[in-house]
């Protein structure tokens, strides 16, 4: 290489270095300006309350009429779907 060569190599990576940084630091917030606000999460409790003893509150009123109402499914029934009684699903006998 030529010392010429050199030169314009090292005026070209100064260049791209300086634009690089430049445009970098537009695009990249700083950390200050990083900052977000969230909502909070309520503490999460391990007891849950029994359906069969009244409510301490109002509110609890209301979340036990959510929870424990008497239109709800109840997944511990069976269901059937269909009028097979096949209880082996890979067979082809009804």
């Given at each position: 290489?030529?010392?010429s060569d050199?030169?314009?190599l090292i005026?070209v990576?100064?260049?791209?270095?300086?634009?690089s940084y430049?445009?970098?630091?537009?695009?990249?917030?700083?950390?200050?300006?990083?900052?977000?606000?969230v909502?909070v999460?309520?503490e999460?409790?391990?007891s849950f309350?029994?359906p069969n003893e009244?409510?301490l509150?109002?509110?609890?009123?209301?979340?036990?009429?959510?929870?424990?109402?008497?239109?709800?499914?109840?997944?511990?029934?069976?269901i059937?779907?269909?009028?097979g009684?096949n209880?082996d699903?890979f067979?082809?006998?009804?």
């Amino acid at each position: 290489m030529k010392q010429s060569d050199v030169a314009l190599l090292i005026i070209v990576i100064a260049i791209s270095l300086a634009a690089s940084y430049l445009i970098g630091g537009k695009v990249i917030n700083k950390p200050e300006n990083r900052q977000t606000q969230v909502e909070v999460v309520r503490e999460y409790s391990t007891s849950f309350p029994s359906p069969n003893e009244d409510p301490l509150s109002e509110s609890a009123d209301i979340i036990y009429n959510r929870i424990f109402t008497k239109d709800a499914v109840n997944p511990t029934e069976t269901i059937q779907i269909g009028p097979g009684q096949n209880t082996d699903p890979f067979t082809n006998t009804e």
